[in-house]
C-alpha cells in the first residue's frame, strides 16, 4: 500500500512499482485515502482495518513515505512500527530502499487489526 503523497498521482505510482519490479516485489496493492484531518498513520491503520483484515487473518505489509511515519504513529497497537520506508523526496524509492523493505517484510510477525 502507498501511504505517501506519491499516491495522489497515477505517473508517481507508476514509479513507485517499476522500483519494487526491480528487485523482484509486485506492484503496490493500493494507496490509502486522504482524511479530513487525518494523520497518515491513521489513513494506513484505517485502510488496513476495512480493506484487507477479514476474518482475523493477518498481512504484512510496508508503508512508503517520506515522512517518518513511524514517529507519528498513534494507531491503536501502533501498528506502523518496523512496518515503514523512509523515502527521500528527490530520490524516492532507492534500490537501497527496496531492499531494506525486503528484509522488514522478511522480519514480519502477521499483523492483525
Same mark, same amino acid.
Given at each position: 500500500?502507498?501511504?505517501?503523497?506519491?499516491?495522489?498521482?497515477?505517473?508517481? #505510482?507508476?514509479?513507485?512499482?517499476?522500483? +519494487?519490479?526491480?528487485?523482484?516485489? $509486485? $506492484?503496490?496493492?493500493?494507496?490509502?485515502? @486522504? +482524511?479530513?484531518?487525518?494523520?497518515?498513520?491513521?489513513?494506513?491503520?484505517?485502510?488496513? !482495518?476495512?480493506?484487507?483484515?477479514?476474518?482475523?487473518?493477518?498481512? !504484512?505489509?510496508?508503508?512508503?513515505?517520506?515522512?517518518? +511515519?513511524?514517529?507519528?504513529? &498513534?494507531?491503536?497497537? /501502533?501498528?506502523?512500527?518496523?512496518?515503514? @520506508?523512509?523515502?527521500? &523526496?528527490?530520490?524516492?524509492?532507492?534500490?537501497?530502499?527496496?531492499? #531494506?523493505?525486503? /528484509?522488514?517484510?522478511? #522480519? #514480519?510477525?502477521?499483523?492483525?487489526?
Amino acid at each position: 500500500m502507498l501511504s505517501s503523497t506519491w499516491r495522489l498521482s497515477e505517473t508517481t #505510482q507508476q514509479r513507485v512499482n517499476e522500483a +519494487l519490479a526491480e528487485v523482484g516485489l $509486485a $506492484a503496490c496493492i493500493g494507496a490509502t485515502p @486522504v +482524511l479530513p484531518l487525518g494523520s497518515r498513520p491513521m489513513e494506513i491503520w484505517r485502510w488496513l !482495518r476495512d480493506t484487507l483484515v477479514d476474518a482475523g487473518e493477518g498481512v !504484512r505489509f510496508l508503508a512508503l513515505d517520506d515522512i517518518p +511515519l513511524e514517529a507519528l504513529d &498513534k494507531t491503536p497497537g /501502533r501498528c506502523l512500527q518496523g512496518r515503514c @520506508v523512509l523515502t527521500q &523526496k528527490r530520490t524516492g524509492l532507492t534500490r537501497e530502499l527496496a531492499g #531494506q523493505g525486503l /528484509r522488514l517484510l522478511a #522480519q #514480519q510477525a502477521l499483523w492483525r487489526a
